[in-house]
């Protein structure tokens, strides 16, 4: 036999082990979505759904105008990425664990609350802004949830209608958006970046304990986001002025930037630890920097407005007052005036309260998350029960 015979086996080989490389990838895609039944979600004010007002005060007017036409525990003008998630999944948007009134859990709950961290805060909510519901108070809601569902669901009746299946803890789609707190919480106690990262290595060791707990007790699918841009956000560069030469070419303070893209590659390293250590679990971990900084870099070119101002305040360069934020009013001629008004178009505004993005950015962000193309593996939201492709 000749080399070009030689060549040629080798080459038919390799076109095979493609082919049958290609094959159950394909068919997967087509063929085999996941379905969760139910959705359970942990977090921050990125992904709450009235938890933090159902605690401590409802999120007042304009909040909600653009969707809900009313206030609906969102920070927010409308809906959330996680609000997204479970609208592409079939599921109903997820009730907050927190919230008695009206709540449906058959197919999970949110213990995310606005302004939560990993680690536990030692202030208040009236001195920092910080919840005092940080990621292990979550958990052991979380706990007591599925505990006491199951015994109340045994009762039948409307506890039946109301509650998750017990199959559907290990069958639902575990969400977590959080850690962005935690390093704003450090920066506003005047620590610097060098020593936020120092406390890096702690927080994410919090944040797996809980994710081995929910393993334990029987969650399998893991849907984890990064942390955003924080050094884009106007409530950040209000209150933490830095020097011109820290500002990106699109107005971005670097330093916060690096200490989240810091935290995220942390993140992703602990995520891979925990593929190690929990073999029989799929974790998606998605890439929500990029995308995010990808619409504030390029926004007018995707049909947004200025991305660093927001859409509901009042004065200053981005339109950000931590004294009179949206909806606030102040006292003019002993009347209450409102001047944290929301801006007119919001299908073009990309920040909302200075905080929080608007729902035509988180549809924006959803719409480029969902297929897996920022995630590790890259799978869509569909497949993260599984854990490769």
């Known amino acids: 036999m000749n080399t070009f015979d030689n060549n040629i086996i080798i080459l038919t080989l390799i076109i095979i082990i493609f082919a049958i490389h290609q094959v159950p990838s394909n068919a997967i895609l087509e063929n085999d979505e996941c379905k969760f039944p139910a959705i359970f979600n942990f977090g921050d004010s990125n992904s709450d759904t009235g938890g933090l ?49 009206g709540s449906n859990f058959s197919h999970g709950a949110n213990f995310a609350t606005a302004g939560s961290t990993i680690r536990p805060q030692n202030t208040t909510l009236h001195q920092s802004g910080f919840s005092p519901i940080s990621l292990n108070v979550q958990n052991y809601e979380f706990n007591d949830f599925h505990r006491r569902s199951q015994i109340f669901r045994l009762k039948g009746q409307v506890f039946k209608e109301l509650l998750p299946k017990g199959e559907y803890f290990s069958e639902a789609l575990y969400t977590f958006d959080i850690g962005q707190n935690d390093l704003t919480a450090g920066l506003f106690l005047n620590l610097s970046t060098d020593q ?74 602990s995520v891979v630890l925990l593929r190690k250590e929990l ?45 009179v934020g949206c909806g606030g009013k102040i ?8 001047i944290g008004k929301s801006c007119k178009d919001l299908s073009i505004a990309v920040n909302w309260d200075g905080v929080h993005y608007t729902e035509a950015a988180n549809k924006w962000v959803f719409d480029r998350i969902v297929n897996g193309s920022y995630s590790d593996p890259p799978l869509p939201l569909k497949m993260a029960c599984y854990n490769k492709l």
């Open 279 to 323: 073999p029989h679990a799929a974790f998606t971990y998605v890439d929500v920097y990029s995308v995010k900084y990808d619409l504030l870099s390029h926004a007018r070119k995707y049909g947004f407005g200025n991305p660093l101002r927001a859409c509901c305040g009042h004065g200053g360069k981005y339109n950000y007052n931590r004294n």
């Open 331 to 338: 006292t003019i001629k002993g009347k209450q005036v409102l």
């Open 196 to 269: 936020v990262k120092d406390n890096v290595p702690d927080i994410l060791n919090q944040f797996t304990t809980v994710i081995k707990n929910i393993y334990d007790q029987g969650g399998r699918y893991f849907w984890i986001h990064n942390t955003g841009p924080v050094g884009c956000l106007p409530y950040v560069m209000e209150r933490l002025p830095i020097k011109a030469s820290q500002v990106d070419k699109i107005g971005c303070a670097n330093p916060f930037n690096d200490l989240a893209q810091f935290f995220n590659k942390k993140l992703k390293e």
């Open 53 to 101: 007002s159902a605690a401590f005060g409802q999120a007042g007017a304009p909040a909600g105008e653009t969707f809900f036409h009313s206030p609906a525990g969102r920070y927010c003008d409308g809906r959330l990425v996680i609000d997204f998630i479970a609208q592409s999944l079939g599921l109903p948007y997820l009730s907050a664990f927190l919230d008695a009134v």
